[in-house]
């Protein structure tokens, strides 16, 4: 047939026929073609795996072109204005919140740095769940943050498309999808228990289809067109879903489709059945019933009937659903009309695979698609929930959702024309209440057998996992916009239905006081109680709440204010609650309350509504305060510690509850909501309420002792202090009382500064913020910055000694401290006590250090806001009865030493006294006459009005009080009426006393007044008169049954008014009689000084004498009673009764202050014994201090050196038997290696263009050299001329102190024994000082002997040059010959000598100690050791700043062990001999005769002139026998200088033209024979000229090589500069031996002195010598024989070897010995040019893009961090190139992190951030994502580090990387 003969055709050829046949007119026969090869082609029966059909597919789209070819044409058609990059999971995106409109706005990388962002408040971040670019979609941002591709409208000029280039597509596309969609079908099996469904498996077979259209996708607008066509397309769905009708297996196929969707409703279809009528089956779920009653009539839903839940819910109102729902859809099985929706059926099915919803997410830049697509979601809604809850990978699947939800919700046109036209608002509703409904159970809150109640169970997955997060998110975001949020909150029926949902968090996470045992099991519940209460109830509220902020949005807040008071007393009856809180127990959400408070706030504050308009009875208001009240209580008791047997969890809820995200959705309304009451109900029931919550009413009694029925002793004071804290708080806090926004932001901002310094982002999140991200305060807005700037200055990151980084920390600024500090909000705002305490300690050392007070101060008074006049009515409680009697009686239990009080207690009084002082009610009038004898019902005070009542005196006082108390008077006086219930409110005129003063105050009860108010509204309120009494309120309560002693009542006197008790107080506190004097008698002004004080700082005297003045202003009936107070007193003497317990006082206040000067005296006494025992322990230092003997006098005694032992502490000399050692760490190290010839520091490459050379470094450059030596000269004679080490070299360290070998090693033992984890391996020998700590991993042992060289070994002596160097030489053939002292064959001390020289040789890697071609050689070895002492040196220079002009005994001097590291190594170099006919000082000193160069090997000899000087000196000074004669190491410096200088003439004539050397070698040959030509540079450099020229080619190959590097002139000055600076390197490693080996100082010089003045020292000058003359370089030199024919043996041998190699010569001979100082790679200033560079970059290794991208900071290198695609061997690649880089010395910057970690060894550790942003803090992990900048400073730290190896002692943490990193 047809279609088979086109089948086997090649494809393209096919193609290219069949798009001809269908651009015909006439097409039919075309059509009927390709629908046969296509049937052919997408068998559905085919295995899906199999690609033939895809490249098919791609053959026809073309339509005979190549396929890359059509999408380059495609994609020129691309009319898509936005970008639309989808991402997934981790990719890297930016947010711009000055751009984006709406929150989620986010950009890819590309937009952002192509759009012009400089200034925003941008950040980048690692996405969570994956995103889209926003950028050119003006309903999400700005037009202004476009980039510059997508601002253009670039639609307008793109071609149309030609209709034939698409036509393939259009009928090919759908046949494809219908394909997938069959394979979908087919693979997909319900869950069954029994099997493991594998939808991975299917998914993974269609990758490459659901790729391929994928790649559709991308390519643009026109692609993504047609395929919006194909799958909105009703009818082509209608044609190819079913399949045709002969067709099995599609018919089958349908039949799984079909039987799949049956569960997608949220009614199945079985329950469906009963729906018509209202009789429901009673299993069925609460929300069957919304399906019902959506799917009946909507007057049929209407009728309420109770019924009983199948779930023993118990009673549940039905909840009715809006009518306008009357389409049941939500409940409904799903139907499909299209592609798309059938597509998106089968996401949700297989739970969200990626590449599907990338797919779908990829076509939202086509309008057309976005709408249908958003319906179609929108649609699916409820059976997205349904497949969320069943999901076991649910936080997956939750990310997914997410991705495509914010993607369609957070544009605002979609989201309103959705909520139009789909019922958007009613599903979701509807969703989340059937979702919550899961998980509900009983409410076990207040009465737990008769609840109704049902909450949710925190336990659940539901909840404990966030499952609910992605449809709550959605909510939020929705409510986000205005038109939807209106629409909510116009739709009552939805509103009550919130309400409903919002009730299920009511009282949710109920926690029980455990009496007896601690609790078994803690549970973790409440971390999911809190989140969900702030993301389901908190998070929506906010939302609404910002839409209602005008006047013209006060009938929303009417409505809402309604529906809470509505559903909170449908959830009072539910829980049936009269007006008893459940004892031990609380619940921390209240959700109702909440709202119903925060939207009276905004009603208040922003809508100009009346609050009574919105308030419920009084009734109601004293349901409403009890929950809130108990919370606040119950905080106090968990402070208590009388929640502690329900474990730690229970601490955790209070802190959560006030931590800074939560405290303005729960604390904040709460306290708000008992404001509102407080200031609504009467202030008497109020006060007394709260004290009896806090269950400290039995405290407030006058007498000395009481019990308290359900208190401890230990618990009644932080409870009392605790109430009155409670009420502080209560009357001065006003966040919601009239504050403005920007006064609650600084408020908040004093507080948590005053707390503790807080770098930037930490304050960010401690500003409790609006959690809606509309709301208009963003963080990091310009409110926020302002604000910082004005209360706070900004400490810059500083380092201290410690090396421990600190970030950028803001601190309140000075007046700050003086006039905002408010230590009420600090107290509200603290998770942690101590944090209050803190608080209070700055504050006093501000007071200290400015000079306003030295003493201990009090918390300040702080005047506060003025009220909003709706809450004017708070200031009762200030004035009432209650309050005052219980601050009378803490006044005079103060006065009188009561148990159980506090400073604290007293402060509060005083505060409320002072409160109540500066607000005065507005009725009553400023003299007010005492009032009239009728008014005072209970004898305590006349009125309410706390200024009359400063100065009532109150007589006597009944109490009740235990039998065994000191009060008890055995007969009780005739003048007490015995009938004194505790509850009798008689004013108790008793036995015809009506005299005034004998009045008695009878006992007040608290308890009983309360009851008493509460009677009396209910009463008014229900208009019965009857006066029942409730039967819980009878007498018994009061005696504890089993208490031992009785109560029984008794008369004080009292005669106190509180005034009176004020002043006694004050002359308490300040222990000394008459002490207050009213101030206003001598000073007359002193009350308008008082009055323009806000603010005040003091202790109790100065808070005493305040209120004492106040209370004088306002009342000149106070002013003449404090006058009369002041007259009379006398010492307070406090009743007789009391003496006993006083005496008891007095002796303990004598005792406690004995025991105090005890204290102070031991104190003092181990002070100074500390002090001396750390002077001796700073005074054990190395050899070298003993310097500062005389070094003049050779007849001094020579004394041995002492050394102390930190371990045992004796001091002793080392001796051969028992040796002592200095602490020592050895660490290879490349730093020398590293170091460049230029200054110009090596930049980071960060970009593709720049590079790193590594071949300029000093150890590269040594390496080729001694490579090329090695070619052509003999090996033994290389490897005694150059040093190694450059690279891997061990530098050895000290801290200075010294240790017995033995007790080392018991040290050692002990240590590994001790199984503490420590940061060291001490298997390797690592152990930290005993005395210092401070790391290390050797002992090096001390030589027996005098510390240094002294006496005659010191002497300059006066023998002429060539009789030293004949001493010098016979020494040398004495190599054997050591002072006897260590000749004796295997002492210890030798015996540690060779174990440290086996640990230097451990320490560094085998390849930097093998150089010899021959492995295993003795020269080998040789060569290591020497250079061990030139690495040393060296890396000494370099820490001195690379020249020895500051001289002196540097820094490191006196912890330098160079003196015993060169004598272990001597004693080691002595095995080896060198022989004496290749012995260089043969060569140095003597003229050898030609015919003697007949050599048995055939390679010569290293000539000398290419042989490095210092290396060279090392060697001599280590193999001679020791100690050495100052004279000897002189004549060898000399006669080395000689060679030095002859090379840096050869090396200056290289560099000259022919012409010019020509000249040099004529003008010098004239002074030739003048007397002093020797020493005489032109004569030397003319002589060198003319040996050199000698050899034929010598100088030509220098002309090539060198010609460019000079085009200046050479002058006689330029040229001695030029030899000096030569020679400078040799003079100063030399000066630097012998400053350690003779203990000589250096002296300090100016740079240009520098070389003169090492000249000196080292003796090539003579001591006459000044220094301020100039010298010049050749006026050092001294030869032994004469120079020119010395000159001429070392030319020869240079030109002799050139004849043959000409290039290698010039380069072997001109080498600088000049090396600027190691640094780091120069790093750029902006992290984010690092960061775009490398996040991205693909590893050179394994060519992919690390997970962990690292750069080493030394050499650039781009690295895999904990790689295992890079791992050879078991190392990990950053481990590895530590090794080879650093020598085991890594370190690298995190490129992720922005970290830097640094390894040395087998350890790691972080080292901190080199990169902060504006703020001075470090961003680890890139978390917040702010641009970041260079720190300098920290960056010279590290720099600083890495070259004087102080890692390991700086860094504390350490830990192993197992070599893993």
Same mark, same amino acid.
């Given at each position: 047939?047809?279609?088979?003969?086109?089948?086997?055709?090649?494809?393209?050829?096919?193609?290219?026929?069949?798009?001809?046949?269908?651009?015909?007119?006439?097409?039919?026969?075309?059509?009927?073609?390709?629908?046969?090869?296509?049937?052919?082609?997408?068998?559905?029966?085919?295995?899906?795996?199999?690609?033939?059909?895809?490249?098919?597919?791609?053959?026809?789209?073309?339509?005979?072109?190549?396929?890359?070819?059509?999408?380059?044409?495609?994609?020129?058609?691309?009319?898509?204005?936005?970008?639309?990059?989808?991402?997934?999971?981790?990719?890297?995106?930016?947010?711009?919140?000055?751009?984006?409109?709406?929150?989620?706005?986010?950009?890819?990388?590309?937009?952002?740095?192509?759009?012009?962002?400089?200034?925003?408040?941008?950040?980048?971040?690692?996405?969570?769940?994956?995103?889209?670019?926003?950028?050119?979609?003006?309903?999400?941002?700005?037009?202004?943050?476009?980039?510059?591709?997508?601002?253009?409208?670039?639609?307008?000029?793109?071609?149309?498309?030609?209709?034939?280039?698409?036509?393939?597509? =259009?009928?090919?596309?759908?046949?494809?999808?219908?394909?997938?969609?069959?394979?979908?079908?087919?693979?997909?099996?319900?869950?069954?228990?029994?099997?493991?469904?594998?939808?991975?498996?299917?998914?993974?077979?269609?990758?490459?289809?659901?790729?391929?259209?994928?790649?559709?996708?991308?390519? +643009?607008?026109?692609?993504?067109?047609?395929?919006?066509?194909?799958?909105?397309?009703?009818?082509?769905?209608?044609?190819?879903?079913?399949?045709?009708?002969?067709?099995?297996?599609?018919?089958?196929?349908?039949?799984?489709?079909?039987?799949?969707?049956?569960?997608?409703?949220?009614?199945?279809?079985?329950?469906?059945?009963?729906?018509?009528?209202?009789?429901?089956?009673?299993?069925?779920?609460?929300?069957?019933?919304?399906?019902?009653?959506?799917?009946?009539?909507?007057?049929?839903?209407?009728?309420?009937?109770?019924?009983?839940?199948?779930?023993?819910?118990?009673?549940?109102?039905?909840?009715?659903?809006?009518?306008?729902?009357?389409?049941?859809?939500?409940?409904?099985?799903?139907?499909?009309?299209?592609?798309?929706?059938?597509?998106?059926?089968?996401?949700?099915?297989?739970?969200?695979?990626?590449?599907?919803?990338?797919?779908?997410?990829?076509?939202?830049?086509?309008?057309?698609?976005?709408?249908?697509?958003?319906?179609?979601?929108?649609?699916?809604?409820?059976?997205?929930?349904?497949?969320?809850?069943?999901?076991?990978?649910?936080?997956?699947?939750?990310?997914?959702?997410?991705?495509?939800?914010?993607?369609?919700?957070?544009?605002?046109?979609?989201?309103?024309?959705?909520?139009?036209?789909?019922?958007?608002?009613?599903?979701?509703?509807?969703?989340?209440?059937?979702?919550?409904?899961?998980?509900?159970?009983?409410?076990?809150?207040?009465?737990?057998?008769?609840?109704?109640?049902?909450?949710?169970?925190?336990?659940?997955?539901?909840?404990?996992?966030?499952?609910?997060?992605?449809?709550?998110?959605?909510?939020?975001?929705?409510?986000?916009?205005?038109?939807?949020?209106?629409?909510?909150?116009?739709?009552?029926?939805?509103?009550?239905?919130?309400?409903?949902?919002?009730?299920?968090?009511?009282?949710?996470?109920?926690?029980?006081?455990?009496?007896?045992?601690?609790?078994?099991?803690?549970?973790?519940?409440?971390?999911?109680?809190?989140?969900?209460?702030? =993301?389901?109830?908190?998070?929506?509220?906010?939302?609404?709440?910002?839409?209602?902020?005008?006047?013209?949005?006060?009938?929303?807040?009417?409505?809402?204010?309604?529906?809470?008071?509505?559903?909170?007393?449908?959830?009072?009856?539910?829980?049936?609650?009269?007006?008893?809180?459940?004892?031990?127990?609380?619940?921390?959400?209240?959700?109702?309350?909440?709202?119903?408070?925060?939207?009276?706030?905004?009603?208040?504050? *922003?809508? /100009?509504?009346?609050?009574?308009?919105?308030?419920?009875?009084?009734?109601?208001?004293?349901?409403?305060?009890?929950?809130?009240?108990?919370?606040?209580?119950?905080?106090?008791?968990?402070?208590?510690?009388?929640?502690?047997?329900?474990?730690?969890?229970?601490?955790?809820?209070?802190?959560?509850?006030?931590?800074?995200?939560?405290?303005?959705?729960?604390?904040?309304?709460?306290?708000?909501?008992?404001?509102?009451?407080?200031?609504?109900?009467?202030?008497?029931?109020?006060? &007394?309420?709260?004290?009896?919550?806090?269950?400290?009413?039995?405290?407030?009694?006058?007498?000395?002792?009481?019990?308290?029925?359900?208190?401890?002793?230990?618990?009644?004071?932080?409870?009392?202090?605790?109430?009155?804290?409670?009420?502080?708080?209560?009357?001065?806090?006003?966040?919601?009382?009239?504050?403005?926004?920007?006064?609650?932001?600084?408020?908040?901002?004093?507080?948590?500064?005053?707390?503790?310094?807080?770098?930037?982002?930490?304050?960010?999140?401690?500003?409790?913020?609006?959690?809606?991200?509309?709301?208009?305060?963003?963080? +990091?807005?310009?409110?926020?910055?302002?604000?910082?700037?004005?209360?706070?200055?900004?400490?810059?990151?500083?380092?201290?000694?410690?090396?421990?980084?600190?970030?950028?920390?803001?601190?309140?600024?000075?007046?700050?401290?003086?006039?905002? @500090?408010?230590?009420?909000?600090?107290?509200?705002?603290?998770?942690?006590?101590?944090?209050?305490?803190?608080?209070?300690?700055?504050?006093?050392?501000?007071?200290?250090?400015? +000079?306003?007070?030295?003493?201990?101060?009090?918390?300040?008074?702080?005047?506060?806001?003025?009220?909003?006049?709706?809450?004017?009515?708070?200031?009762?409680?200030?004035?009432?009865?209650?309050?005052?009697?219980?601050?009378?009686?803490?006044?005079?239990?103060?006065?009188?030493?009561? #148990?159980?009080?506090?400073?604290?207690?007293?402060?509060?009084?005083?505060?409320?006294?002072?409160?109540?002082?500066?607000?005065?009610?507005?009725?009553?009038?400023?003299?007010?006459?005492?009032?009239?004898?009728?008014?005072?019902?209970?004898?305590?005070?006349?009125?309410?009005?706390?200024?009359?009542?400063?100065?009532?005196?109150?007589?006597?006082?009944?109490?009740?009080?235990?039998?065994?108390?000191?009060?008890?008077?055995? =007969?009780?006086?005739?003048?007490?009426?015995?009938?004194?219930?505790?509850?009798?409110?008689?004013?108790?005129?008793?036995?015809?006393?009506?005299?005034?003063?004998?009045?008695?105050?009878?006992?007040?009860?608290?308890?009983?007044?309360?009851?008493?108010?509460?009677?009396?509204?209910?009463?008014?309120?229900?208009?019965?008169?009857?006066?029942?009494?409730?039967?819980?309120?009878?007498?018994?309560?009061?005696?504890?049954?089993?208490?031992?002693?009785?109560?029984?009542?008794?008369?004080?006197?009292?005669?106190?008014?509180?005034?009176?008790?004020?002043?006694?107080?004050?002359?308490?506190?300040?222990?000394?009689?008459?002490?207050?004097?009213?101030?206003?008698?001598?000073?007359?002004?002193?009350?308008?000084?008082?009055?323009?004080?806000?603010?005040?700082?003091?202790?109790?005297?100065?808070?005493?004498?305040?209120?004492?003045?106040?209370?004088?202003?306002?009342?000149?009936?106070?002013?003449?009673?404090?006058?009369?107070?002041?007259?009379?007193?006398?010492?307070?003497?406090?009743?007789?009764?009391?003496?006993?317990?006083?005496?008891?006082?007095?002796?303990?206040?004598?005792?406690?202050?004995?025991?105090?000067?005890?204290?102070?005296?031991?104190?003092? =006494?181990?002070?100074?014994?500390?002090?001396?025992?750390?002077?001796?322990?700073?005074?054990?230092?190395?050899?070298?201090?003993?310097?500062?003997?005389?070094? /003049?006098?050779?007849?001094?005694?020579?004394?041995?050196?002492?050394?102390?032992?930190?371990?045992?502490?004796?001091?002793?000399?080392?001796?051969?038997?028992?040796?002592?050692?200095?602490?020592?760490?050895?660490?290879?190290?490349?730093?020398?290696?590293?170091?460049?010839?230029?200054?110009?520091?090596?930049?980071?490459?960060?970009?593709?263009?720049?590079?790193?050379?590594?071949?300029?470094?000093?150890?590269?450059?040594?390496?080729?050299?001694?490579?090329?030596?090695?070619?052509?000269?003999?090996?033994?004679?290389?490897?005694?001329?150059?040093?190694?080490?450059?690279?891997?070299?061990?530098?050895?360290?000290?801290?200075?102190?010294?240790?017995?070998?033995?007790?080392?090693?018991?040290?050692?033992?002990?240590?590994?024994?001790?199984?503490?984890?420590?940061?060291?391996?001490?298997?390797?020998?690592?152990?930290?000082?005993?005395?210092?700590? #401070?790391?290390?991993?050797?002992?090096?042992?001390?030589?027996?002997?005098?510390?240094?060289?002294?006496?005659?070994?010191?002497?300059?002596?006066?023998?002429?040059?060539?009789?030293?160097?004949?001493?010098?030489?016979?020494?040398?053939?004495?190599?054997?010959?050591?002072?006897?002292?260590?000749?004796?064959?295997?002492?210890?001390?030798?015996?540690?000598?060779?174990?440290?020289?086996?640990?230097?040789?451990?320490?560094?890697?085998?390849?930097?100690?093998?150089?010899?071609?021959?492995?295993?050689?003795?020269?080998?070895?040789?060569?290591?050791?020497?250079?061990?002492?030139?690495?040393?040196?060296?890396?000494?220079?370099?820490?001195?700043?690379?020249?020895?002009?500051?001289?002196?005994?540097?820094?490191?001097?006196?912890?330098?062990?160079?003196?015993?590291?060169?004598?272990?190594?001597?004693?080691?170099?002595?095995?080896?001999?060198?022989?004496?006919?290749?012995?260089?000082?043969?060569?140095?000193?003597?003229?050898?005769?030609?015919?003697?160069?007949?050599?048995?090997?055939?390679?010569?000899?290293?000539?000398?002139? @290419?042989?490095?000087?210092?290396?060279?000196?090392?060697?001599?000074?280590?193999?001679?026998?020791?100690?050495?004669?100052?004279?000897?190491?002189?004549?060898?410096?000399?006669?080395?200088?000689?060679?030095?200088?002859?090379?840096?003439?050869?090396?200056?004539?290289?560099?000259?033209?022919?012409?010019?050397?020509?000249?040099?070698?004529?003008?010098?040959?004239?002074?030739?024979?003048?007397?002093?030509?020797?020493?005489?540079?032109?004569?030397?450099?003319?002589?060198?000229? &003319?040996?050199?020229?000698?050899?034929?080619?010598?100088?030509?190959?220098?002309?090539?090589?060198?010609?460019?590097?000079?085009?200046?002139?050479?002058?006689?000055?330029?040229?001695?500069?030029?030899?000096?600076?030569?020679?400078?390197?040799?003079?100063?490693?030399?000066?630097?031996?012998?400053?350690?080996?003779?203990?000589?100082?250096?002296?300090?010089?100016?740079?240009?002195?520098?070389?003169?003045?090492?000249?000196?020292?080292?003796?090539?000058?003579?001591?006459?010598?000044?220094?301020?003359?100039?010298?010049?370089?050749?006026?050092?030199?001294?030869?032994?024989?004469?120079?020119?024919?010395?000159?001429?043996?070392?030319?020869?041998?240079?030109?002799?070897?050139?004849?043959?190699?000409?290039?290698?010569?010039?380069?072997?001979?001109?080498?600088?010995?000049?090396?600027?100082?190691?640094?780091?790679?120069?790093?750029?200033?902006?992290?984010?040019?690092?960061?775009?560079?490398?996040?991205?970059?693909?590893?050179?290794?394994?060519?992919?893009?690390?997970?962990?991208?690292?750069?080493?900071?030394?050499?650039?290198?781009?690295?895999?961090?904990?790689?295992?695609? *890079?791992?050879?061997? &078991?190392?990990?690649?950053?481990?590895?190139?530590?090794?080879?880089?650093?020598?085991?010395?890594?370190? @690298?910057?995190?490129?992720?992190?922005?970290?830097?970690?640094?390894?040395? /060894?087998?350890?790691? *550790?972080?080292?901190?951030?080199?990169?902060?942003?504006?703020?001075?803090?470090?961003?680890?992990?890139?978390?917040?994502?702010?641009?970041?900048?260079?720190?300098?400073?920290?960056?010279?730290?590290?720099?600083?580090?890495?070259?004087?190896?102080?890692?390991?002692?700086?860094?504390?943490?350490?830990?192993?990387?197992?070599?893993?990193?």
């Amino acid at each position: 047939m047809m279609a088979a003969s086109l089948l086997r055709r090649d494809k393209k050829s096919t193609a290219a026929h069949l798009k001809a046949e269908l651009n015909r007119t006439d097409n039919s026969s075309g059509v009927l073609q390709l629908q046969e090869l296509l049937d052919r082609v997408f068998n559905p029966e085919r295995p899906a795996g199999d690609t033939e059909a895809l490249e098919w597919c791609k053959a026809l789209l073309a339509g005979g072109d190549g396929f890359e070819e059509f999408c380059k044409t495609v994609r020129s058609y691309d009319n898509a204005t936005l970008c639309g990059l989808v991402w997934t999971a981790n990719f890297v995106a930016y947010r711009c919140r000055t751009c984006g409109i709406s929150p989620c706005m986010s950009l890819c990388a590309e937009c952002f740095n192509n759009g012009d962002h400089t200034g925003h408040d941008f950040n980048m971040f690692r996405s969570q769940a994956g995103g889209a670019c926003d950028c050119g979609d003006s309903n999400v941002m700005r037009e202004s943050g476009f980039c510059r591709r997508h601002r253009s409208k670039t639609g307008a000029n793109v071609p149309s498309v030609p209709r034939d280039l698409l036509l393939m597509s =259009e009928l090919v596309l759908p046949r494809f999808i219908i394909c997938i969609v069959q394979y979908l079908r087919e693979g997909y099996s319900e869950p069954d228990p029994s099997t493991e469904r594998d939808l991975q498996k299917v998914l993974q077979q269609l990758e490459p289809q659901i790729s391929f259209l994928e790649e559709l996708t991308k390519m +643009g607008g026109a692609m993504r067109t047609v395929l919006t066509k194909i799958l909105t397309n009703q009818q082509t769905f209608k044609d190819l879903s079913m399949g045709q009708e002969e067709n099995v297996y599609a018919k089958n196929n349908y039949d799984k489709y079909l039987s799949a969707l049956k569960s997608s409703g949220l009614v199945s279809s079985e329950e469906k059945a009963g729906a018509g009528s209202l009789e429901q089956p009673s299993g069925a779920g609460a929300l069957s019933i919304l399906g019902a009653a959506a799917a009946a009539s909507p007057d049929d839903s209407a009728k309420e009937e109770d019924r009983d839940g199948g779930q023993g819910l118990g009673q549940r109102k039905r909840v009715k659903l809006s009518s306008s729902t009357k389409d049941p859809s939500i409940m409904d099985v799903l139907k499909h009309k299209c592609f798309l929706e059938e597509l998106l059926f089968w996401t949700i099915k297989y739970e969200f695979p990626q590449k599907m919803v990338t797919f779908l997410l990829n076509m939202l830049p086509d309008q057309d698609y976005k709408i249908a697509f958003t319906k179609t979601f929108v649609q699916h809604y409820a059976f997205i929930m349904k497949t969320l809850m069943k999901s076991h990978e649910s936080d997956t699947m939750s990310n997914r959702i997410v991705h495509i939800s914010v993607q369609l919700f957070s544009n605002e046109e979609l989201a309103r024309h959705v909520t139009e036209e789909c019922q958007l608002l009613d599903i979701m509703v509807t969703v989340l209440l059937y979702m919550m409904e899961s998980c509900l159970i009983k409410s076990e809150l207040q009465d737990e057998e008769n609840s109704r109640h049902v909450v949710v169970n925190c336990g659940e997955a539901l909840l404990k996992n966030n499952t609910y997060w992605p449809l709550v998110s959605d909510f939020i975001n929705i409510l986000s916009h205005q038109s939807v949020a209106k629409r909510f909150l116009e739709d009552h029926s939805l509103l009550m239905l919130w309400m409903s949902f919002v009730s299920f968090f009511q009282g949710m996470n109920l926690n029980k006081r455990e009496l007896n045992e601690h609790v078994e099991f803690e549970s973790q519940t409440y971390y999911a109680a809190f989140a969900a209460e702030l =993301e389901a109830c908190a998070q929506p509220m906010w939302g609404l709440l910002t839409h209602c902020k005008v006047k013209e949005t006060q009938e929303y807040t009417k409505t809402v204010v309604r529906y809470c008071l509505e559903t909170l007393q449908m959830w009072f009856d539910a829980i049936s609650f009269v007006d008893e809180p459940a004892p031990n127990q609380v619940t921390f959400h209240l959700p109702l309350h909440r709202y119903y408070a925060m939207f009276l706030s905004k009603a208040v504050k *922003c809508q /100009g509504l009346d609050l009574d308009t919105l308030l419920p009875d009084q009734e109601m208001l004293m349901k409403i305060m009890v929950h809130p009240l108990q919370i606040q209580a119950s905080l106090s008791e968990i402070h208590s510690n009388m929640w502690v047997r329900n474990g730690l969890q229970i601490k955790g809820q209070a802190m959560t509850y006030v931590q800074s995200h939560f405290c303005n959705s729960m604390i904040d309304p709460d306290i708000y909501l008992l404001q509102v009451c407080a200031s609504r109900l009467d202030p008497d029931y109020f006060i &007394s309420s709260v004290f009896e919550r806090f269950k400290v009413v039995d405290m407030l009694t006058m007498a000395s002792q009481h019990q308290n029925s359900v208190l401890d002793s230990e618990q009644e004071r932080p409870m009392l202090e605790g109430a009155l804290t409670f009420l502080v708080i209560l009357l001065s806090l006003r966040i919601h009382l009239g504050m403005a926004d920007d006064e609650i932001l600084r408020a908040e901002m004093v507080s948590q500064l005053c707390m503790n310094d807080r770098t930037h982002s930490s304050l960010l999140d401690l500003i409790p913020e609006n959690p809606n991200p509309k709301s208009g305060i963003v963080p +990091g807005s310009y409110s926020f910055e302002a604000m910082l700037s004005a209360v706070a200055d900004f400490k810059a990151p500083v380092f201290e000694p410690g090396g421990s980084m600190q970030q950028g920390m803001y601190t309140p600024k000075a007046e700050v401290w003086e006039k905002e @500090f408010d230590p009420i909000m600090v107290i509200l705002r603290t998770v942690y006590r101590r944090d209050v305490q803190s608080a209070m300690d700055r504050y006093s050392a501000f007071l200290k250090q400015s +000079g306003h007070f030295s003493g201990n101060p009090w918390p300040p008074y702080k005047e506060r806001t003025p009220l909003h006049p709706c809450y004017k009515g708070l200031v009762r409680l200030l004035h009432c009865k209650t309050l005052h009697i219980v601050l009378f009686t803490l006044l005079y239990k103060i006065s009188m030493d009561h #148990q159980n009080m506090s400073e604290h207690v007293l402060c509060m009084v005083l505060y409320l006294i002072e409160l109540g002082l500066d607000n005065l009610l507005q009725e009553e009038r400023e003299e007010e006459e005492p009032c009239i004898e009728e008014h005072c019902h209970d004898s305590w005070f006349p009125g309410t009005n706390l200024i009359s009542n400063l100065n009532h005196v109150i007589n006597y006082v009944r109490v009740r009080v235990p039998e065994t108390a000191p009060e008890v008077k055995k =007969e009780p006086p005739p003048s007490t009426s015995t009938d004194c219930s505790a509850f009798s409110q008689s004013s108790g005129r008793s036995s015809g006393h009506q005299r005034e003063n004998l009045r008695t105050a009878q006992v007040f009860s608290l308890v009983a007044e309360r009851r008493r108010k509460f009677q009396e509204i209910i009463n008014r309120s229900s208009g019965e008169a009857s006066q029942a009494v409730r039967p819980k309120s009878s007498a018994t309560k009061w005696v504890p049954p089993g208490s031992p002693p009785q109560l029984v009542t008794e008369i004080l006197e009292i005669r106190e008014s509180m005034l009176s008790l004020l002043v006694k107080l004050h002359h308490k506190l300040s222990a000394k009689q008459n002490s207050f004097y009213p101030p206003w008698l001598e000073d007359p002004e002193a009350f308008v000084k008082l009055d323009s004080i806000k603010y005040s700082h003091g202790d109790g005297i100065t808070a005493i004498e305040r209120i004492l003045t106040k209370a004088a202003i306002r009342s000149r009936q106070n002013r003449r009673s404090i006058q009369e107070i002041c007259r009379k007193i006398s010492p307070p003497v406090p009743p007789k009764k009391n003496s006993p317990a006083d005496k008891k006082t007095m002796d303990k206040e004598e005792r406690r202050q004995k025991a105090r000067e005890r204290q102070q005296k031991l104190l003092a =006494e181990f002070a100074s014994r500390q002090k001396s025992f750390m002077e001796t322990a700073m005074d054990v230092e190395s050899p070298d201090a003993d310097v500062a003997m005389d070094l /003049g006098s050779s007849e001094q005694q020579v004394s041995e050196v002492l050394y102390d032992c930190v371990i045992c502490g004796q001091s002793g000399p080392s001796t051969d038997d028992r040796p002592t050692g200095l602490v020592v760490l050895l660490q290879a190290s490349s730093v020398l290696g590293h170091r460049c010839k230029s200054t110009e520091l090596k930049k980071l490459p960060t970009s593709d263009e720049e590079r790193i050379y590594p071949e300029d470094t000093c150890g590269a450059a040594n390496d080729v050299r001694l490579a090329m030596l090695q070619r052509f000269f003999k090996d033994s004679s290389c490897l005694q001329s150059v040093s190694i080490g450059w690279e891997g070299g061990v530098y050895v360290q000290t801290c200075g102190h010294t240790l017995h070998i033995d007790c080392h090693k018991s040290y050692m033992e002990s240590l590994r024994n001790d199984q503490v984890l420590q940061g060291f391996s001490v298997d390797k020998g690592e152990f930290t000082c005993p005395l210092c700590r #401070q790391f290390a991993n050797s002992v090096l042992p001390c030589r027996p002997g005098r510390g240094v060289e002294l006496g005659p070994w010191h002497a300059h002596s006066n023998k002429n040059i060539v009789t030293l160097v004949k001493e010098v030489e016979e020494l040398q053939e004495h190599l054997g010959t050591f002072p006897v002292s260590s000749i004796s064959s295997e002492s210890n001390l030798s015996k540690e000598m060779e174990s440290l020289i086996k640990d230097i040789k451990n320490t560094t890697q085998k390849k930097y100690m093998d150089y010899s071609k021959t492995p295993g050689s003795p020269d080998n070895d040789f060569l290591f050791m020497y250079s061990v002492a030139r690495t040393n040196l060296e890396l000494e220079l370099v820490h001195r700043g690379g020249d020895l002009c500051c001289g002196g005994a540097s820094a490191a001097a006196k912890r330098s062990c160079l003196n015993q590291l060169f004598h272990v190594m001597a004693m080691h170099m002595r095995l080896y001999s060198i022989d004496s006919a290749y012995n260089p000082w043969t060569k140095l000193t003597q003229l050898t005769h030609k015919d003697l160069k007949i050599c048995d090997d055939d390679r010569p000899e290293v000539p000398m002139l @290419f042989r490095d000087v210092p290396s060279l000196l090392i060697i001599f000074v280590l193999t001679m026998p020791q100690p050495l004669r100052k004279e000897h190491f002189t004549c060898i410096v000399k006669i080395l200088y000689t060679l030095q200088y002859v090379h840096a003439i050869t090396v200056l004539s290289v560099k000259f033209t022919p012409e010019e050397r020509l000249a040099w070698k004529t003008s010098g040959a004239l002074k030739k024979n003048t007397c002093n030509a020797e020493k005489c540079s032109e004569t030397l450099l003319s002589h060198v000229i &003319s040996e050199l020229c000698k050899g034929k080619s010598f100088y030509e190959v220098a002309n090539d090589e060198l010609s460019m590097l000079t085009s200046s002139i050479w002058s006689p000055q330029s040229i001695e500069y030029a030899l000096q600076q030569f020679c400078l390197p040799f003079l100063r490693i030399t000066s630097l031996l012998q400053h350690h080996l003779y203990g000589d100082d250096l002296p300090s010089c100016l740079r240009e002195e520098e070389f003169s003045v090492l000249a000196s020292c080292l003796g090539l000058l003579p001591s006459t010598f000044q220094p301020s003359i100039q010298s010049s370089s050749a006026s050092c030199l001294e030869w032994s024989v004469s120079a020119f024919d010395l000159i001429s043996q070392w030319c020869s041998e240079v030109t002799a070897f050139a004849d043959a190699q000409k290039k290698h010569a010039v380069t072997l001979l001109v080498q600088d010995p000049h090396w600027s100082a190691p640094h780091l790679l120069h790093l750029p200033e902006n992290y984010n040019t690092i960061f775009q560079y490398y996040h991205r970059k693909a590893c050179t290794v394994c060519n992919k893009v690390p997970k962990d991208p690292a750069l080493c900071l030394v050499c650039g290198t781009f690295v895999c961090l904990k790689g295992l695609c *890079c791992k050879q061997q &078991s190392y990990c690649e950053c481990v590895l190139h530590s090794q080879h880089c650093g020598a085991a010395t890594g370190i @690298f910057l995190l490129i992720n992190a922005s970290v830097i970690i640094i390894i040395r /060894g087998h350890r790691f *550790c972080l080292w901190g951030s080199v990169y902060l942003d504006a703020h001075g803090e470090e961003d680890r992990d890139l978390r917040r994502g702010k641009p970041l900048y260079l720190c300098e400073e920290r960056y010279r730290v590290l720099e600083q580090q890495w070259v004087s190896h102080t890692f390991d002692h700086i860094n504390k943490r350490w830990g192993p990387h197992y070599n893993g990193l």
